[in-house]
């Protein structure tokens, strides 16, 4: 597993005094690689970054596992956020397509993680997370993801709005969003074609949405090179880690209150 070195890690575990309370454990999911670094209560890292790559297969116990190793290399928090690639309602997981859907459907993500960890978790769609990290909070914002597949996010005024599972939607002839720009895309097309896949599908996405603001970010967003237009911007792949401090935000009090019974979770032990 990577992780930070030694020298990284006794530097954050020695601003963790200083550092404002609560501090966040904030894990970004993805198909290919598993994220976490903590936060203070501005949203700033005070450790490295912990990367690792995600198990294959990555059925629920194996992610698990991996998180208490990461967690274990960390500062101490106060508290969990989790940005999933999937879809996501009060903590529990309905859709995983890069992870396996079979195995995660129902899955008590968040419930899990409190009983592993001993703090209060909260659990959002990845693409979600990482845009509350780089929003302006103002008129019809709209972020894609570009990782394993392609995630996808919309916000009004700073509001998350209803979740888009946009990656599972076709979005030429046959193909999903998640198979015409996710890596395997990227891989097979080579960087210059998979840009002129990315261009269709902002005009694609502006014609379903009409933004006011595109953020694309992702693993993969390092590779976009075309001109974007005015109203694009590309971010860091790093929102995915601290836009976590903002799920604990009074707004998202309402969306965790109501969680489902810790039995759908107990399924796949």
Not at 164 to 176: F, I, R
Request: glycine share 10%; hydrophobic share 45%.
């Amino acid at each position: 597993m990577a992780r930070p070195s030694a020298a990284g890690a006794r530097r954050g575990r020695g601003r963790v005094g200083r550092a404002a309370s609560p501090r966040t454990l904030a894990i970004d999911i993805g198909g290919t690689h598993i994220k976490a670094s903590v936060l203070d209560r501005a949203g700033q890292l005070i450790a490295d970054r912990v990367d690792a790559p995600t198990p294959r297969p990555a059925p629920p116990e194996a992610v698990l596992a991996l998180i208490r190793t990461i967690a274990g290399e960390l500062p101490a928090f106060d508290r969990i956020s989790v940005g999933f690639p999937g879809v996501v309602k009060g903590g529990c997981i309905i859709t995983a397509p890069n992870l396996g859907t079979e195995a995660w459907s129902t899955f008590a993500l968040a419930a899990e993680l409190e009983k592993e960890l001993g703090k209060p978790a909260r659990v959002l769609n990845d693409a979600e997370i990482q845009g509350l990290a780089v929003i302006a909070n103002s008129g019809l914002e709209c972020v894609l993801t570009f990782g394993t597949g392609m995630g996808s996010a919309v916000y009004r005024d700073g509001q998350l709005m209803p979740h888009l599972e946009l990656g599972q939607h076709p979005a030429w002839k046959s193909k999903t969003y998640d198979r015409y720009v996710g890596a395997a895309a990227l891989k097979k097309l080579g960087v210059s074609k998979w840009n002129r896949r990315v261009s269709r599908v902002i005009v694609l996405v502006r014609t379903l949405l009409n933004f006011d603001r595109l953020y694309l970010g992702g693993g993969n967003a390092v590779h976009i090179s075309q001109k974007l237009p005015r109203d694009a911007t590309i971010v860091s792949n790093l929102a995915g880690i601290t836009g976590g401090v903002r799920l604990w935000e009074a707004q998202f009090d309402a969306l965790f209150s109501a969680r489902r019974p810790r039995t759908a979770a107990s399924r796949h032990k």
